[in-house]
């Protein structure tokens, strides 16, 4: 099973600010077959990011994905007050399919 | 406009079996994968397994595997999560999602809060 460890746990920035959140794999993720995905309290997930670097339709393009193999990055280059919540890798290459712990991106 | 549709929550007692459900509209059931998330309250994601109701193709994590039953009934296309004994360690949220053939998780249900307490 590969095991997907996100970093850092928690990420305090500004809004206008870049976030830059990571996502390792134990071992290479087939594919490159890597989504990000988005949480806010109270709600469902929603996908952003597939295939390590692909909008999904409606995602804004500040949001944007890279890597392959191992590391992989989910980078949102100006944040909005709406893009306050937790992010979530998972691979969907290897199974079972495995997500990441999660990166809150919280407000400083 | 495609939509997967969850069972209400649920508040059983340890021991008691559950079936939960995900019912889709708007895609062809058939032709798609349908998984299962759980989320514990305050935690990350945990991916359970997914069916493929085309050929009934079920897939499990290892965690799940032989703790919960996925299956689908293509006549209502409808998806399922079920349990035989429930554990308190059960309680949480469940999503059901949809995930195209070489794609991640496209579609999610609005989620399905279990209780399980004495």
């Known amino acids: 099973e590969i095991v997907l460890t996100q970093s850092p746990g928690t990420l305090s920035l500004s809004p206008g600010e870049r976030a830059t959140l990571s996502c390792r794999a134990s071992?290479?993720?087939?594919?490159?077959?890597l989504a990000w995905y988005q949480q806010k309290p109270g709600q469902s997930p929603r996908l952003l990011i597939s295939g390590a670097s692909t909008r999904a339709t409606g995602i804004p393009d500040r949001f944007s994905g890279s890597g392959s193999g191992t590391d992989f990055t989910l980078t949102i280059s100006r944040l909005e007050p709406e893009d306050f919540a937790m992010y979530y890798c998972q691979q969907y290459g290897n199974s079972p399919w495995t997500f990441g712990q999660g990166t809150k991106v919280e407000i400083k | 406009e495609v939509q997967l549709v969850q069972s209400g929550a649920e508040v059983k007692k340890p021991g008691d079996s559950l079936r939960i459900s995900c019912k889709d509209s708007g895609s062809r059931f058939t032709s798609y994968w349908f998984g299962w998330v759980r989320q514990m309250p305050g935690k990350g994601l945990e991916w359970m397994g997914l069916?493929?109701?085309?050929?009934?193709?079920?897939r499990y994590s290892p965690s799940f595997q032989g703790q919960v039953t996925i299956s689908a009934d293509t006549s209502i296309s409808t998806a399922y999560l079920e349990w035989s004994s429930l554990k308190a360690s059960d309680s949480g949220m469940y999503y059901c999602?949809?995930?195209?053939?070489?794609?991640?998780?496209?579609?999610w249900g609005q989620g399905t809060m279990v209780t399980v307490s004495s």
């Open positions: 069916i493929y109701p085309g050929d009934s193709d079920t």
């Open positions: 071992q290479s993720v087939s594919n490159n077959y």
């Open positions: 999602a949809r995930q195209p053939g070489g794609y991640p998780f496209d579609i």
